[in-house]
């Protein structure tokens, strides 16, 4: 008994292979709908944080987003709240392989970077980005946007 | 007067951590703020502090030695010490006030000190130890006190019953939340209302001067639009984007918004609250 015990401690416990690498931002490209906003209040003193997604859903606003690989996206929108993607236009991260933020350019014009909230594989359901709001020169409110994969 | 206040609350050691107190007691982190440190009150049976006690005896000064809300690097001129041993060459800008008694203070910005926003102060609160400029260590017996904390809360705000989110400032296509908390209502006829009769009058001024009314304060009730949704205890509340919500021509900015928390049934003053709700959309 003891010589089995031995034995079976001393076998070598198997390494397996431990997978193909994978980029964390791979499985952006994907049609991604709207599923919460959250918003911070950045003028109080301690900043308040809030999930606002009701105020968007009473109102029948939906968001869709469709990023392909090719760097280009499109929007397909019922979306009266803050207009940060335009109709569409392109999108690039700002590293390969490590990237933390996301620029999105709208074909109306304007640049809209915005921090990633989470690594976006091609297993992962869900997409999140946090984009700034600024008026009268100063930063006042931010907006956590957490999307679906469709 | 507060100085001697925040000196009369260490003497008497009903200060709210015993050895340390700050004048103002609520502490802005943009105003200049003296922390006092009573070294009579440290913890004497620590060998540390023992030989912190033995150091000012003998007519050392005292330094502030701080890691939280910010620490600076070495390379820092706010570093807490200087050179390779900066734990036995406290930094000379750190040096405390000898106030008399066994009381030391050090008056300073927290922001402009620690380069942080006042938030970060409100989170993090004020960490640090006092010791002589040379704190032992490399081997010697260290000189120093026990870790101190000066909190920093932010000043407390009671908002009304009836209030936004966010507080300040609101475009008007972001999510407006409003909220209306009837069980803290202190007007007798508004109190205690049913989930099915609290309705908002909204309107909203234009940049334009021009006005949108979505009804006048005698039809809110009937429209299911501006009913108030009763979330429970007590509370209700609307949340929208004020753009959709007013209907506001294309090219038209709003200016302000007020709201009115109304019975459904309006009949006279008696049926709406006294303070009607502004919120600024454009910049002032």
């Known amino acids: 008994m003891v010589v089995l015990i031995a034995a079976v401690a001393c076998n070598k416990p198997e390494i397996k292979d431990i997978g193909t690498r994978y980029v964390p931002t791979e499985g952006i490209p994907g049609s991604w709908s709207i599923h919460q906003v959250e918003m911070t209040d950045q003028l109080v003193p301690v900043p308040e944080t809030q999930d606002v997604t009701r105020a968007f859903e009473a109102m029948g606003n939906n968001l869709t987003l469709t990023i392909k690989e090719d760097g280009t996206y499109t929007v397909d929108e019922t979306w009266y709240g803050p207009d940060f993607f335009g109709t569409g236009g392109t999108w690039m991260l700002n590293a390969e392989d490590y990237a933390d933020s996301i620029t999105f350019f709208t074909t109306e014009g304007d640049t809209s970077a915005m921090s990633l909230l989470n690594m976006v594989r091609k297993i992962d359901p869900y997409f999140g980005v946090k ?7 100063k930063d006042y409110a931010s907006y956590d946007l957490t999307f679906s994969r469709n | 007067m507060k100085k001697i206040l925040a000196l009369a609350l260490l003497f008497t050691g009903v200060s709210m951590t015993a050895q340390v107190t700050s004048d103002p007691e609520q502490v802005d982190p943009g105003a200049p703020v003296t922390v006092y440190v009573d070294i009579n009150q440290l913890d004497a049976s620590l060998d540390h502090v023992q030989n912190l006690l033995t150091a000012v005896a003998n007519g050392e000064d005292l330094y502030i030695w701080t890691w939280k809300p910010f620490e600076h690097g070495p390379a820092s001129p706010k ?18 006030t000898n106030e008399g008694n066994g009381v030391y203070s050090y008056t300073f ?27 032992g260590g490399y081997g010697d017996p260290d000189l120093k006190s026990e870790d101190l904390v000066l909190k920093v809360d932010p000043p407390a705000t009671d908002k009304d019953p009836f209030f936004p ?5 609101v475009g008007q296509d972001d999510a407006l939340i409003l909220t209306y908390e009837n069980f803290r209502e202190e007007k007798e006829s508004m109190q205690g209302l049913d989930p099915d009769e609290c309705y908002v009058y909204a309107e909203a001024t234009l940049t334009d001067n021009s006005k949108i009314i979505i009804d006048n304060i005698f039809n809110v009730g009937s429209n299911p639009d501006l009913q108030m949704n009763y979330i429970g205890e007590g509370v209700f509340e609307k949340a929208f984007v004020p753009d959709q919500f007013f209907d506001v021509p294309a090219g038209k900015e709003i200016d302000f918004m007020k709201f009115i928390i109304i019975r459904k049934t309006y ?5 709406r609250i006294d303070k009607d709700l502004d919120v600024q959309v454009a910049c002032p």
């Open chain 1, 131 to 137: 984009a700034q709001r600024n008026n009268c020169d």
């Open chain 2, 79 to 96: 570093a807490n010490g200087l050179g390779a041993t900066a734990w036995k060459n406290s930094n000379p800008i750190l040096v405390m």
């Open chain 2, 109 to 135: 910005t927290m922001t402009d000190f620690y380069e942080v926003d006042a938030a970060t102060c409100y989170k993090e609160d004020m960490h640090f130890l006092v010791k002589p400029k040379d704190g």
């Open chain 2, 165 to 169: 989110f966010p507080y300040i400032q």
């Open chain 2, 267 to 271: 009949a006279s003053g008696a049926d």
